[in-house]
């Protein structure tokens, strides 16, 4: 059994997984299912990247999404109470946006596997073993000299996109309560206690 | 055919060469921490079974395993016998890039640190889904707390990792404790010019396990056993399991990290005492699996929004600015890397 041969059993498993996940993603009924069977699509398609010698991309997808973006998800997903009807209505009014969508996505799939039937390097070889270098190595190389104005871009958007988070949650209401915690920690008992000195008295009925 | 095959039985026995310890590991962890808590509550700890109780901890394997699991009506059965597994295999799988000496490891990846935030993020999810299948309120609380608090410290621990990097260079496990090398041993190590991000890592490590004094999953005091509160016998056996297999590779990567892996903290002409090894590894780890038992004996449980203010106004803010300060330390070569 050589290498390559492996390899190929190992993608076209991978890859199966992450079709038929991502169908039961949009067919399962329970919400709770259709996000942990995105997070099985998300993780084959990482080892798939991992086929590809992609191992920084891979690993950031399973840390980013798997790991942050979908317990987050999740979280959501659970408190919800997701009326099922609901969702079924909506899909026929949505359907031909999707289509559509699916149709451009086929399009530019075609074009892409056509490129590659003609022989036109669209990727060219790995740069990084090309290089020597581990991908990682290459990846950060890469991204802080030839693409550093880019990246610092994306960088500035998130920033932007994650003040906007900020600022559109955070609403100051006047009649909200907060802890000061710097307060909380200052307190000492006679803040809170007071002690107060008193003799002892005798129950009313013995003193008539 | 016969050499990819022996590859595979030879990689399988290196597996087992490792787990079977983490798990024996495990056993030995819950016989050590009964015992230490024992003795900071001055009682006597498990003392009936075998020497010094030893056995204790096998004991409780049988009872656990021999126990009924029960299944709570209107749960998802699929889900609550997944979640269980889906909490212990990243705790084992973790170990793989784990070095236990120089080219001691079972798998030497590039992108070791990664794998292992990868790893430590995935176990989540068996909580998360323990809490929900289980079909109870108390689960669910225990559940929604654990994924906040862990997504919280996961970022805390991971500017602390990026520090570790950018000194080391690498995100390779073997050329990380490499990179602590030199003659002066102990101050060569990371937690010296990483102090302040190395004591955040342990905090967070802490949080991220769920243990005390931020085991506001379990919290037994409001809602029960949190997560766990539905499940019984071998099942909740393996989450205990992971919880410890968890804390021991923690405890690894403290050491391995910031403490030199299996770097002597003396010089070389010392002799034996002076020489690099397992043993030191070991030596290191145990101190800091000590620690989690000490600070459970020792600390109240957090509230709640302090452990969140804890981890986002504070431990990240701090990571942030000493990320600066490393790649400063770096580039300055305010600090020596490698022997």
Not at chain 1, 55 to 67: K, M, Q, R, T
Not at chain 1, 90 to 108: K, S, T
Not at chain 2, 172 to 188: R, Y
Not at chain 2, 230 to 238: C, L, R
């Amino acid at each position: 059994m050589n290498p390559q041969l492996l390899e190929l059993i190992c993608f076209y498993a991978f890859a199966a997984v992450a079709v038929v996940s991502a169908l039961m993603v949009i067919t399962l009924r329970n919400s709770v299912h259709a996000v942990l069977s995105l997070v099985l699509t998300f993780f084959s398609v990482a080892s798939i990247w991992l086929l590809a010698q992609a191992e920084f991309l891979a690993l950031a997808l399973i840390v980013v999404y798997v790991g942050a973006v979908m317990v987050l998800f999740l979280f959501v997903v659970m408190m919800l109470d997701i009326n099922q009807e609901k969702v079924r209505e909506g899909f026929i009014r949505y359907l031909p946006v999707g289509i559509v969508v699916a149709a451009v996505m086929l399009l530019e799939m075609l074009a892409l596997i056509g490129l590659r039937a003609m022989h036109v390097a669209v990727m060219g070889p790995n740069p990084a073993t090309e290089a020597g270098m581990s991908n990682i190595a290459w990846l950060g190389q890469a991204l802080y000299t030839r693409y550093l104005l880019p990246f610092e871009v994306a960088a500035l958007i998130l920033t932007v996109g994650l003040v906007a988070a900020v600022v559109l949650t955070l609403r100051h209401k006047a009649i909200a309560r907060h802890q000061n915690p710097s307060e909380q920690v200052r307190v000492r008992d006679r803040d809170r206690v007071r002690i107060v000195k008193m003799d002892a008295e005798r129950p009313q009925e013995d003193q008539a | 055919m016969a050499a990819e095959l022996w590859l595979v039985f030879w990689t399988l026995l290196k597996i087992l060469a490792i787990t079977i310890p983490v798990i024996l590991a495990v056993a030995m962890f819950v016989y050590w921490e009964r015992k230490v808590i024992g003795w900071m509550h001055v009682r006597m700890g498990p003392n009936k079974i075998g020497p010094l109780g030893l056995f204790q901890a096998f004991a409780d394997v049988v009872k656990l395993l021999l126990k009924e699991v029960v299944v709570p009506a209107n749960a998802n059965r699929f889900l609550f016998f997944l979640a269980p597994l889906l909490a212990l295999v990243p705790a084992l799988a973790a170990w793989a890039v784990v070095p236990f000496g120089q080219g001691l490891v079972l798998a030497n990846v590039n992108a070791g640190v990664l794998y292992l935030l990868a790893m430590s993020s995935l176990g989540v999810y068996g909580i998360i889904l323990a809490g929900w299948a289980s079909n109870s309120r108390y689960a669910l609380l225990g559940a929604m707390r654990s994924a906040a608090q862990v997504i919280s410290y996961e970022l805390a621990m991971g500017m602390a990792l990026i520090c570790v990097l950018v000194l080391a260079g690498s995100l390779n496990l073997t050329a990380i404790v490499d990179a602590q090398a030199g003659p002066k041993g102990l101050f060569d190590w990371f937690w010296l010019p990483l102090l302040p991000v190395f004591v955040i890592y342990w905090i967070s490590g802490v949080a991220e396990t769920n243990r005390a004094p931020f085991d506001v999953a379990e919290g037994e005091s409001e809602i029960v056993a949190g997560f766990h509160v539905e499940y019984s016998g071998s099942a909740f056996a393996i989450f205990f399991l992971a919880e410890y297999a968890n804390m021991i590779l923690i405890s690894f990567l403290a050491a391995v990290l910031f403490l030199g892996g299996w770097l002597s903290p003396f010089p070389v002409s010392w002799g034996w005492i002076g020489t690099p090894g397992f043993g030191w590894l070991l030596v290191k780890a145990f101190v800091f699996s000590f620690l989690f038992l000490w600070f459970r004996a020792t600390f109240p449980r957090y509230r709640y929004d302090q452990i969140m203010r804890l981890g986002w106004k504070v431990f990240i803010p701090i990571t942030i600015v000493w990320v600066l300060v490393a790649g400063c330390m770096k580039y300055f070569g305010w600090v020596t890397i490698g022997g």
